[in-house]
């Protein structure tokens, strides 16, 4: 499939020859893509939730009252669940949320939402993305223009270094460089920008032999 190319002023800079194995798979699956966030988004938990097992309760383990005779329940230490200020029955431990997920399964699905991006029109194609100095407000404004409001940005190999610094504290604009690539801030963004670079070295590791 064919995309205009367009700079970073808005003016058009020619076209480029997209891969049909990367950006033109008419089939979503969006099984494949939910199977991916989910995995992405379990990684990133923290997994440090914790509450108190009774071997670490501060209260007092000495026996409540006599084992017979009062008509109540037999109990041997206030740390139990059951009792105000006890501990917490089979409660939350420190532990890592993340799974395995196959290498060929998360390339696919990188597959999948690139073509969706392609597919919804929401796919841009830049020349090169660098600017002289770094200046949010000039940054905010070229986007507006462009209407770049929720954006992900892939840069190429690297980020320009006044281009990242102009453009991080822009509301709900993400810069990453291809290395950074990845399903779930795809599908949350609006917008899909791409540097010819990126768009070579996306194609390059996701062909059909590594992504089949």
Request: net charge positive.
């Amino acid at each position: 499939m064919k995309l205009s190319v367009i700079k970073l002023d808005g003016k058009a800079a020619g076209d480029v020859e997209l891969s049909d194995a990367v950006f033109g798979i008419a089939d979503i699956r969006a099984d494949l893509l939910a199977r991916t966030v989910n995995w992405q988004l379990a990684k990133r938990r923290a997994g440090t939730h914790k509450v108190q097992t009774r071997n670490e309760n501060s209260r007092t383990g000495k026996k409540m009252y006599k084992q017979k005779g009062t008509g109540g329940a037999r109990h041997g230490s206030r740390r139990a669940p059951q009792f105000v200020g006890g501990s917490r029955a089979f409660g939350p431990v420190v532990r890592d949320h993340g799974y395995d997920l196959p290498k060929k399964v998360r390339a696919l699905a990188l597959r999948h939402a690139l073509s969706s991006k392609a597919k919804a029109g929401e796919l841009v194609v830049v020349d090169a993305l660098t600017v002289k100095e770094a200046k949010t407000a000039a940054l905010r404004e070229t986007f507006g223009k462009l209407g770049w409001t929720k954006a992900l940005i892939i840069a190429g190999p690297e980020v320009d270094a006044n281009f990242g610094l102009a453009a991080r504290n822009i509301p709900h604009i993400d810069v990453l460089p291809n290395a950074g690539l990845n399903v779930y801030d795809i599908l949350r963004a609006d917008k899909l920008v791409l540097t010819k670079a990126a768009v070579e070295a996306i194609e390059a590791r996701f062909s059909d032999k590594e992504a089949a």
